[in-house]
Every structure is written in C-alpha cells, then in structure tokens.
C-alpha cells in the first residue's frame, strides 16, 4: 500500500499513529495505517478471500449460460436420438399430437424466418435513419425529448404489443386491410418516387450548356416523369386496394409489430456506432464542401457500417426471440404460404410453438413432444449465441479501427 | 447534379431521419391511446343496477336500504316485461301445434337474450356460474345486448366469391300478431329504467379479487403476483449484478478469462426469452426441484437470470461514471480498495445503480415467457406471502395472454382485458420514466 510505504520515516510515523487514532474514533478506517506483520497477514488473507468471492459472483454468469446450454441441450438430445436430425428439418408435417406423433419443423422453421425477414426489412431502413438523425441532426435540445420515445418503445411489455395486434390492429387489417395497404404505399412510395424523379432528370440535363434550355428541358422532364409516377402510384394502389385480408392475423401483422419492438435495439446500437466516428472525419468531409447527406452517406455510414451491421443482427435476434406477439397475432397455423413470399396468410414461429405446445406435452415423462420443443430452443439458442458472438467481435473490431490501432 | 438537387437531397434526407423519429412517436402513440382510453374504460364506466347487486352480494359493497329502494324501482318495469312473457306463454298455448313449434324455436332466443340484458327470468333456476346470476352490469355492453334482442343476426352466403356477410332481422316482426310484439318496444324505451344506469368510479377493479374468471371482480391476484415476481427477481438479480458489475470494474484484470466472462454476459442478454422460461423448467423445477411444480420462486428466480446482465450492464455504467477524482482522493487519505468502493464509489453510482434496477424491475413485471412454465396460472386467488415458495400465482403479463386468447368469453370482457393491459403498462412506464428523471438528476449532479 502506498500509505504505508510513505509511514517508513520516523516523524511522519509517529504523525501517522496520532492521524490514524483521530480516524479511528471517527469512522474505524484506519486498519491500513499502521499494522503488525500478523495482522498484515490476515488482511491479506482476507483480502484474497473477498475478490475469490468476487470473481466467484461475478462468474455466476458464466456458469449460468453454460447451465441453460447444458440443461436445455439434455432435453434436446434425447429427440435428436430418437428421430435423428431428418424429419426435423426437411419436413412441414407437424403433428405432435398424433401417434406416432409427426414433428416436421421446416414450416415453422420458415414461419420465424419470415416474420424475421419482414421485420428486419421494416425497421432496419426507419431504424438506421432514426439514429443518423439522432446522432447527426437533431439538435441536443430535441434529441433529448426524442430518446425517451425510444426507451417508452422498447420498455412496453411484449404482451401488450402482442394485445395490440391481436384485439387492435388485427380487426382493423381483417376489414379495412386493403385501403390501408393503399395508403401505406401512397404515403410511403409518393416522396422517394418525387425525389427519384427530380434526381434522374437533373442527371439526364446535366451535361446541357445552355442555362435556357437546360431549364427548360429539366422542367418537361419533371412533368413527363411525374405523370408516369403518378399512373404508376395510382395502379400499383388500386391493386393494393383490391386485396381483400382474409385473417387480421397474418405474417404481416406480426411483422409491422415486431419492427417496433426491434428498433429502440436498432436506434441505440447504430446510435453509438455512429457516434464512434469521430468529428474529424465529418469536418473533414464538410471542408470538402459535401453537404451533410453526402457526409452522412459516403463517409460517416461507411466508417460505421460494422457498428450498424452490429446493430442490425441484435435487432434481427430481438425479432427472432419474440415470443407473445407471435404467438398471439402470426396465426398459428404450421404450413408454408401460397405462393412462399405472401405475408398475408397466418404462420407459425418456433418461439410460438415452444409456448404453445408445452402446456399440452408431457412434462413429467419427457415424452418426444417434450423433447422436440426443446430441440427448438436449442435451435434458438445456438443461432442467439453466434449472431451474439459476430456481432460483438463486430463492435470490437470497429472500435479498434476507429481508434486507429 | 447542380447545388439545387443537392440541397433538396439534403434536405429529404433530414425528412427521412425525422420522420423515422415521427413514426415511432406516432406508433407510441397509435399503441398506447387504445389502450388508455379502453383501459380506463374499466374503472371509469356506466355501472347499471346489475354490478351494484353483484358488488354487494360477491364483495358486500354497497347500501342495502338503497340498493333495495332501486331494486324495487327496477322491478316495477321488469315486471310488466315478466308479465307479457307470460302473457305470450299462456297465448302460445292455445295456437295449433305447428305454429306453436315455430314460435317456441323463435321464443327461446328471445328469452336467452333477456336473460343476458336484465338478469335470470322469474321461475329459472339458480344457475352454478355466476355469470348467470346478473344481467349486464356495463351500460354500453347493456346497449349491444339490447341490439341482440331486438335483432336476430343472419349471414348472406349468397355470394360464393366474397365473405358471408351479416345482417340483421328484427325480432318485433317475427312475432307479428302475437302479445310479444309489444315487448321490444317496451324493453328498447324503459331499458335505462329497468338497469338504473348510473356513473361510477370502480376502483376495486383493481383491490378485488376476480369473480367466475374475470367475468366481474378486479384484478388484484393479478397485480399481487406480477408485485412477487418482479420484487423477488430483484432480490435475487440485484446483488449479485452489483457485485458483479464491482469485481468487473474494479477488480478484473484485462485478459482471456475476463473477457470470456463478458462475452458470457452479452450471451446472457441476447437469449430468447422463451428459452429462459425452458431453462426455467428443465433446471429449477425438473432438476433442482425447488417446488413441486410451478411456483413463485421458481419464475422468480428464472426472472432473475434473465434480468442479470441489464443490471450488471446498468451498474457498471454507472461505477464507470463516477469521476476518478473521488476514488483517488479517497485513497490518497488511506482508505483501503475495499473501503474506497463502500464509502465513496457506491453511493456515488448508487442513484444510476438505481435507474437500472428499476428498468430491469420493469422488464421483470412485464416479460411473459420466460414464467409460462415456471410460475404463471390462469385461474386462481391472490396468494399469500406464505405461498411464495411453493404455490403459482395468476401475473398480469400472463392473464393478459389467457384472457385475450383463451378465455371461453374473450369479446364479452374486453373491458378487462384493457385494464389489465393498461394496468401492467403504467407500472412498467412509470418505473421507466421514474428512472428517465432519476438520470436526468444525475447527469445535472454530475455536471454540478
């Protein structure tokens, strides 16, 4: 200790002694100051006893994943033993309830997958430009009302999003589903077409010399391209308009709600990713005269990308784990959609299936169906524990280069 | 591109990010109106004659002189409805059989649907379920009620290529020429005076316990068990996240096993978690057995894995936050490494310690998986704090689920089922923003 390092002089020992009895009255902390060599040992001892106490607790951790790992893989195995490896993955059949039971996982496997995928494509592009704005737009003042909403949002409990899709949004989809596919495709569509348009028929002037002319053109362009924009806008949602949702819950209902419970994970993580560029970077693209999108686009996203990728993988995993939307709003219904990409009709997710069945299978005698459902969060659990895995080396990785090592 | 373009790409470009912002604000709000308005639906309603009877004979709540001085006036206008079923009874006697047959099928609706307006008919035997013993006790689900009786609901199949649709035929002109038609009438204009509707402000919705599975009554158990659950995964989660998270900080020297022990951690956090809930099932109550089957304990204590690395996370944060100077002039002055941490670290970080047990205490109330197998039940009464160990207990995260999809009545008591919605919303926002403000006060702390 450096204390008693500093006591090795005479004075200042005797200073000590008299320092080390005042703190002694006051608060007993003084047991560092001046000590016997016995008394040296025994806090040493004690010492080493508190931080193996410690590390002890602090790896409780550690042995808990590896607990859930081991426990959940000794109720899986026995399925694999018993069906092999086959029928789980190759076949749609899945009925656990007959005898012998059929427990073809493909279609579920697919169903999570699906509303996985419908998910990630919903928030990724809200999520990332959220964070961008966030991170490089807004000024302070808003963003610190702009985070709260992002916390509200992801701390809502999943079952009242799941209450949401199922009692809320699935009869609204059931009866007004087309006209508001419609809208959504207006709403969404109409502004990124406009700006295509001005965009191309900027380009396609370009190289034009005469300022008149060039004018002039760009302008027929605009109007030519705008009422070809527009018919399409117009077809694409009246085909929209015609589909008529046979069930409010579907693929697509469970999508939507899981892309806002994925992006508050998205926002954060691509938040700081993006906060770890650097300024100099943007000043320096700045200085070069960009404007703030191109900064954003071409050097700031880039220099992020891993930290973005990061985010986006723990976004998918959120979306993949959700249990009590699925399981409320997707259907429940275990085949493969007609045709493979039609959102509109129910699916069945592994999450949904673990809970359901589980009250049904035999939990005492460990029955095949007891077993298969472990099979699948052993599944989950795998792919949970890699994508974790990537996207932490990602974060690591990025880290490391930003800070230029 | 010339500088036009540019500035209009740029600009649309801050419309993207912003509006991203917008349509997560806005589908905050699409979320959680709904459910504020229809939950408050089930404390702030129009109360009929029918839920004070219920009130005073389950929960003996209520005047008894006053409820009788109701009752009788309620049963002045019953009873002249009473007396033209029977009227048309004695009536149906004396027509020719085939008639007879057609209007008895007709007849028997008429009075299912009077029982669920107004109560069991006079002479019907006492039935088992208490939901048969009122009639409506909700004005508005009083009015529906009053739809279906006055009009009997068809489906059109007609058209084979589109959905059947519904329609309605009015009962008054199926028994045309009979007594009963003045029924319908009668039962449409003196209804407010036969159920005595009046505005009440339910606050036992959420103190009783619930009546014949949440078709009356509160919503206590529920509240009481999502209140065990959650305090007892802090019991368990808290300390040893704080202790962890001191070793992580203080303690643990860079290297393999330190950074395995975080990967571990980060693991933990991204597991499904219907997973935990498996885990749950397979490790403390298959293999170490700590209760015969589901119990309080046994989610808890899978609550708490599951809440541990957000508080080891939360916690070392805000370990890391306390500036270094406090911690070198408390060992400058001698203090040792330990008694450094206890004196002037910890209370240091203890309100951002603070701000991440109560999100991981919300988190704890609200998740539903991870307590399906462990802990969760659909039926049942508000344990005691005796029971923790052994028995299960009905949460509201779970009776949501039961209560909107596998409950026999799930459109009749939507009412319920947004209180419980709104009930488990407002704890878990409010322990949020609670902790929103608590870091607001830190970070203005720290900055002086």
Redesign the interface.
């Known amino acids: 200790m450096k204390t008693e390092q500093a006591c090795s002089g005479n004075d200042t020992e005797i200073n000590s002694i008299v320092m080390s009895e005042d703190v002694r009255k006051e608060s007993g902390r003084s047991g560092a100051f001046v000590v016997s060599a016995g008394k040296r040992k025994i806090q040493k001892f004690a010492r080493t006893v508190g931080e193996s106490t410690l590390l002890l607790i602090a790896s409780f951790v550690a042995i808990v994943v590896f607990f859930i790992f081991y426990f959940v893989a000794v109720d899986a195995i026995p399925y694999f033993q018993l069906r092999g490896f086959a029928e789980f993955f190759t076949s749609t059949d899945w009925y656990p309830a007959d005898d012998p039971g059929k427990f073809g996982a493909l279609a579920i496997i697919y169903g999570s997958l699906m509303v996985t995928l419908g998910s990630t494509l919903l928030a990724v592009p809200m999520g990332v430009s959220a964070a961008i704005c966030l991170s490089d737009i807004l000024p302070f003042s808003v963003r610190q009302y702009a985070k709260p909403v992002i916390e509200m949002l992801a701390a809502i409990p999943s079952v009242a999003f799941g209450f949401f899709a199922l009692v809320i949004f699935a009869p609204l989809l059931q009866t007004q589903g087309g006209p508001i596919l419609m809208w959504a495709w207006w709403v969404l569509a109409a502004p990124f077409l406009l700006l295509a348009i001005i965009v191309i028929s900027d380009l396609l002037t370009a190289n034009m010399e005469d300022q008149n002319k060039r004018q002039m053109m760009s302008t027929t362009l605009l109007v030519v391209f705008g009422a070809a924009a527009l018919g399409f806008l117009y077809w694409v949602g009246s085909v929209l308009r015609q589909i008529e949702i046979m069930s409010g819950t579907n693929a697509l209902n469970v999508s939507i709600i899981l892309s806002f419970m994925a992006l508050p994970t998205i926002v954060s993580v691509s938040e700081d990713a993006l906060q770890a560029v650097g300024r100099e970077l943007r000043e320096g693209s700045y200085a070069l005269g960009s404007t703030r999108a191109e900064t954003i686009v071409r050097t700031v996203l880039p220099a992020a990308s891993s930290g973005i990728l990061a985010a986006v993988i723990l976004g998918i995993m959120r979306a993949l784990g959700e249990t009590m939307v699925v399981w409320m709003a997707s259907g429940n219904s275990s085949h493969i959609p007609e045709p493979w990409f039609n959102y509109l009709e129910a699916v069945r997710t592994l999450t949904a299936t673990i809970a359901g069945d589980m009250g049904e299978a035999d939990q005492v005698t460990g029955s095949e169906r007891y077993h298969v459902l472990f099979a699948m969060g052993l599944f989950l659990l795998v792919i949970s524990f890699f994508s974790n895995l990537v996207s932490e080396r990602i974060v690591v990785r990025q880290r490391k280069i930003l800070s230029g090592q | 591109?010339?500088l036009?373009?540019?500035?209009?790409?740029?600009r649309?470009?801050?419309?993207?990010?912003?509006?991203?912002?917008a349509?997560?604000?806005i589908?905050?709000l699409i979320?959680?109106v709904?459910?504020v308005y229809n939950g408050l639906g089930a404390v702030f309603f129009t109360e009929t004659i029918e839920h004070r009877n219920m009130l005073y004979n389950e929960f003996g709540k209520g005047d008894k002189a006053e409820l009788d001085k109701e009752n009788a006036a309620a049963g002045i206008y019953r009873k002249e409805a009473y007396s033209m079923l029977s009227r048309f009874e004695a009536e149906m006697e004396t027509m020719e059989p085939v008639r007879q047959q057609e209007f008895r099928s007709k007849y028997g609706p008429v009075q299912t649907a009077l029982r669920h307006l107004i109560g069991p008919l006079p002479g019907d035997e006492e039935a088992i379920l208490t939901r048969y013993r009122y009639g409506q006790t909700r004005w508005e689900k009083a009015e529906e009620k009053l739809h279906e009786l006055l009009y009997e609901a068809k489906w059109d199949y007609s058209d084979p290529n589109?959905?059947a649709k519904e329609y309605f035929v009015s009962r008054a002109a199926e028994f045309e020429g009979t007594s009963l038609v003045r029924l319908f009438p009668y039962v449409e204009n003196n209804l407010d005076k036969m159920l005595q509707p009046r505005f009440t402000v339910y606050w036992g919705f959420l103190t009783d316990s619930s009546v014949d599975s949440h078709i009356f009554g509160g919503v206590w158990p529920e509240i009481q068990g999502t209140f065990f659950l959650a305090v007892g995964a802090m019991l368990f989660a808290f300390p040893?996240g704080v202790?962890?998270a001191?070793?992580?900080t203080e303690?643990?020297r860079d290297g393999f096993f330190t950074s395995?022990?975080r990967?571990?951690?980060?693991?933990?956090?991204?597991?499904?978690?219907?997973?935990?809930?498996?885990?749950g099932?397979?490790?403390f109550i298959?293999?170490l057995k700590v209760s015969e089957s589901k119990s309080v304990l046994a989610g808890s204590l899978t609550l708490a894995?599951m809440i541990?690395?957000t508080i080891?996370r939360a916690a070392e944060e805000a370990i890391l936050s306390v500036p270094k100077t406090y911690k070198e002039a408390s060992?400058?002055l001698?203090?040792?490494k330990?008694?450094t941490i206890m004196?002037v670290i910890l209370p240091a970080a203890l309100p951002g310690i603070l701000t991440g047990g109560v999100?991981s205490l919300?988190?704890a109330?609200?998740?539903?998986?991870p307590i399906?197998?462990t802990a969760a039940v659909s039926v049942g009464s508000a344990i005691g704090i005796a029971d923790v160990l052994s028995s299960p207990t009905p949460a509201l995260?779970?009776n949501?689920?039961n209560l909107?999809?596998e409950h026999e009545a799930a459109a009749e008591i939507?009412h319920v089922?947004y209180g419980m919605?709104l009930a488990?919303?407002s704890i878990?926002?409010l322990l949020?923003l609670s902790a929103?403000l608590l870091r607001a006060r830190i970070s203005k702390k720290l900055k002086g």
């Open positions: 591109m010339n036009g373009t540019r500035k209009i790409l740029d649309s470009f801050s419309a993207v990010g912003i509006g991203s912002i349509v997560m604000g589908a905050l979320v959680i709904p459910i589109s959905m040893l202790i962890a001191i070793y992580f303690y643990a395995m022990l990967s571990a951690n980060s693991t933990l956090a991204g597991v499904p978690s219907i997973v935990f809930g498996l885990f099932l397979a490790f298959n293999t894995i541990l690395p080891i060992l400058s001698g203090s040792t330990w008694n004196t999100i919300g988190r109330a609200g998740e539903t998986a399906i197998f995260s779970w949501i689920y909107a999809s939507r089922q919605v488990l919303v878990v926002l949020n929103i």
